[in-house]
């Protein structure tokens, strides 16, 4: 067993809204007094319930602080909140900058959910604004994600051409649960501002477009919800290159964040297989499936599906046939059961282990 140090970029940071009435400097005064005077709060529905115990590790939250605030009898008294978890630069600094390099945010703001398209343009903007302002304006070692109503392509595009030429966005946040997979032609106008401004596709856990998040319909339960999303990130990932995202546009890269990565190797040897029945349906695939995903596609390790048998999980990282496609990410605040550092990292070969910890995002990223 080889000892490393730690990581020291950090790929998934998730920075949240910490409520409604916070963004009010950065929106119109017309959505103001329509929060205000109004049944509207903004989003309500949040891609982690707010109670569920993996939303977030103990202390994350400010003191003081509640996972919804109250609302109260006269309107706008009180703003439901978001999950406030994640939402404290102080905290933020303590528990997860004081170990690394860089981190890079991924805002979950649930804008999709909002069916205002009005609505949904004006808070993703004041979203952007928020986080220039409050988050990398203050601290030189944070990144982000650049938050856009993927409902409304054209309006994302416009979005991402209107903050990205600020330097430290470097990545456009896409839920993985959208109105139709990212694929589809009515999202070029995305991928191409993508493209363009040099961005990567940010791709994580969440989305509320409305439609069950599983492919028989609507789950019981927030955990099957969870269990299935390697479901619907494989699901993406088969789309996005069968529609031929990686061949019209070339210099995109896609992270999948969130994601875990074990269920990967297998889904590539059977996406490969069906590829050479099948390619004559999608002609403009020219290469092997495997083959854009290890040049185009990086994945943050958690949650980490590990076996009990650690080189069982050495066999699948193996399996990738890459070095360059994991990074490191602690997804703070969320909980997750297995640590990197002890359940996969300490027992890899020291390059190995370095590019996950930091290489790998470094060049993703260009940090």
């Known amino acids: 067993m080889t000892e490393v140090a730690v990581a020291t970029i950090d790929a998934a940071v998730h920075n949240e809204v910490p409520s409604t009435k916070a963004l009010f400097p950065y929106l119109p005064p017309y959505w103001v007094e329509h929060v205000q005077n109004t049944m509207f709060k903004g989003p309500t529905e949040f891609y982690y319930p707010p109670t569920s115990p993996i939303a977030a590790r103990p202390g994350s939250r400010p003191e003081g602080s509640a996972s919804n605030e109250p609302t109260g009898?006269?309107?706008?008294?009180?703003?439901?909140?978001?999950?406030?978890?994640?939402?404290?630069?102080?905290?933020?600094r303590k528990q997860v900058l004081q170990d690394v390099e860089y981190a890079v945010m991924c805002s979950p703001y649930p804008v999709d959910s909002l069916h205002n398209p009005d609505a949904a343009i004006a808070f993703a903007r004041a979203v952007n604004d928020w986080q220039v302002a409050e988050w990398?304006?203050?601290?030189?070692?944070?990144?982000?994600?650049?938050?856009?109503?993927?409902?409304l392509p054209h309006e994302a595009a416009k979005e991402i051409d209107r903050v990205a030429d600020h330097p430290c966005f470097v990545q456009v946040a896409l839920p993985v649960r959208a109105e139709r997979p990212l694929g589809s032609r009515i999202y070029h106008p995305v991928w191409e501002a993508i493209q363009r401004h040099d961005?990567?596709?940010?791709?994580?856990?969440?989305?509320?477009?409305g439609n069950p998040p599983t492919p028989s319909g609507w789950p019981s339960y927030f955990y099957e919800e969870y269990v299935g999303a390697a479901l619907t990130f494989a699901s993406q990932l088969t789309n996005i290159i069968s529609e031929g995202i990686f061949d019209q546009f070339p210099r995109v890269m896609v992270a999948l964040i969130e994601s875990g990565f074990t269920w990967l190797p297998p889904h590539m040897w059977r996406f490969d297989k069906e590829w050479r029945n099948l390619r004559r349906l999608v002609p403009w695939v020219k290469r092997a499936p495997s083959e854009y995903i290890r040049e185009?596609?990086?994945?943050?390790l958690?949650?980490?599906?590990?076996?009990?048998d650690v080189h069982e999980l050495l066999a699948v990282v193996e399996q990738l046939e890459s070095d360059d496609m994991?990074?490191?990410?602690?997804?703070?605040?969320?909980?997750h059961a297995a640590d990197p550092e002890t359940t996969l990292l300490r027992h890899?070969?020291?390059?190995s282990a370095r590019k996950i910890r930091s290489d790998n995002a470094r060049a993703l990223y260009r940090l």
């Not at 203050?138 to 409902?151: C, D, K, M, T, Y």
């Not at 185009?296 to 943050?300: D, E, N």
């Open 73 to 92: 009898s006269r309107p706008g008294a009180n703003l439901p909140s978001v999950v406030s978890a994640g939402s404290d630069l102080d905290l933020v």
């Open 136 to 151: 990398l304006d203050r601290e030189p070692r944070l990144r982000a994600s650049i938050v856009v109503p993927i409902q």
């Open 199 to 209: 961005l990567v596709a940010g791709i994580q856990f969440g989305g509320v477009p």
């Open 296 to 300: 185009h596609v990086r994945l943050t």
């Open 302 to 308: 958690q949650p980490l599906d590990a076996p009990a």
């Open 326 to 335: 994991l990074m490191y990410a602690s997804h703070y605040p969320r909980v």
């Open 348 to 351: 890899l070969a020291a390059d």
